[in-house]
């Protein structure tokens, strides 16, 4: 099973702050990755997909880069609705679809 | 607009079943492989299964395989998730989240807003 390692675990950061966030695979993926964002009390929502493709109605200040095994969620410009837990996934060839431990970022 | 609505939570003792179902709408359902992901209480997120639009490619995460069984009925837009042998730390919130394509390797485009599991005596 492929296992992903998503750090930091924690953010404190300001609004405007750049933040960079990233997950490593234990093989490659083949740019196979997702990245969500959750709000307490609601479900995850889709950001990213193919490591850097953005979702329909992102705003263009989250950006994703990566290959391999090593990926990054970058949100340029933090806004207040931003601050939440992110979460990495894999999704590449057989299951399980792992996701990684997730990250909360949180104002400072 | 797609929807989808997960039911069948609730509280049930160790080693009891419980079947979890997911009404979905919006979308031409067989297209589109199906999944859960589960979250304990403070948790992460675990996927736990996926079907593929036609049922004909399954696949389980380690911790449910032989206890759990995804199925789906296309005629009926619904997606089913029977948890048998249930253990305490298979309390959870149950979301129902659809793929992107007909094939179970896919991230999750539309999320339910989950069903609680607890399980306990």
């Known amino acids: 099973d492929i296992q992903m390692t998503q750090s930091p675990s924690s953010l404190s950061a300001s609004v405007g702050d750049r933040v960079t966030i990233t997950c490593r695979a234990s093989?490659?993926?083949?740019?196979?990755l997702a990245w969500y964002q959750q709000k307490p009390g609601k479900a995850p929502k889709l950001l990213l997909y193919?490591?850097?493709r953005l979702e329909s109605g992102v705003p263009s200040r989250f950006s994703g880069s990566g290959s391999g095994t090593d990926y990054t969620l970058t949100i340029s410009s933090l806004q207040p609705e931003d601050f939440a837990t992110y979460y990495c996934q894999q999704y590449y060839s057989t299951p399980p679809y792992t996701f990684g431990q997730g990250t909360k970022l949180e104002i400072k | 607009e797609v929807q989808l609505v997960e039911s069948g939570g609730g509280l049930v003792q160790p080693g009891r079943s419980l079947r979890l179902s997911c009404a979905a709408s919006g979308f031409t359902f067989d297209d589109y492989a199906m999944h859960w992901v589960r979250q304990a209480p403070g948790k992460g997120l675990e996927w736990v299964s996926g079907i593929s639009w036609n049922s004909g490619s399954i696949g389980y995460a380690d911790s449910v395989k032989g206890r759990f069984t995804i199925s789906r009925d296309n005629a009926k837009n619904s997606l089913y998730l029977q948890m048998n042998s249930l253990r305490a730390e298979d309390t959870a919130l149950y979301y129902c989240?659809?793929?992107?394509?007909?094939?179970?390797?896919?991230?999750?485009?539309?999320w339910g807003q989950g069903t609680l599991v607890t399980v306990s005596s």
């Open positions: 989240a659809k793929g992107v394509g007909a094939t179970t390797s896919s991230y999750f485009d539309y």
């Open positions: 093989q490659g993926i083949s740019n196979s």
């Open positions: 193919a490591a850097s």
